[in-house]
Nanobody, 122 residues
């Protein structure tokens, strides 16, 4: 049974940091690209960052470039999104996704987690 479980969300003040985790099970994690997405109320889901299976390449949305870092630990079947210098506009539900073939910020990923809420507010 394929599962992606996000954790690490919460309430943080502007300028603060959070690290999100995405724990995977039920598939060969090391073979899959991983994407992080977010969806704010009333808005479409948008790609934030992605990393390929070999950890050789990553890509970021312009809105988070320089503030967010995606990385993975294939030995732990876990991907991470380190978020710094958080802004109120980063408030959203954050999702991780996995795909065997697709790598990018589109939503063509096969597997999705249930999401974790991130709220940036003073």
């Amino acid at each position: 049974q394929v599962q992606l479980v996000e954790s690490g969300g919460g309430l943080v003040q502007p300028g603060g940091s959070l690290r999100l985790s995405c724990a995977a099970s039920g598939f060969t994690f090391a073979h899959y690209s991983i994407g992080w997405f977010r969806q704010a109320p009333g808005k479409e889901r948008e790609g934030v960052a992605c990393i390929d299976s070999s950890e050789g390449s990553s890509y970021y949305a312009d809105s988070v470039k320089g503030r967010f870092t995606i990385f993975r630990d294939n030995a732990k079947n876990t991907a991470y999104l380190q978020m710094t210098s958080l802004k109120p506009e980063d408030t959203a539900v954050y999702y991780c996704a996995a795909d065997l073939r697709y790598y990018g910020l589109g939503t063509q990923y096969d597997y999705w987690g249930q999401g974790t809420q991130v709220t940036v507010s003073s």
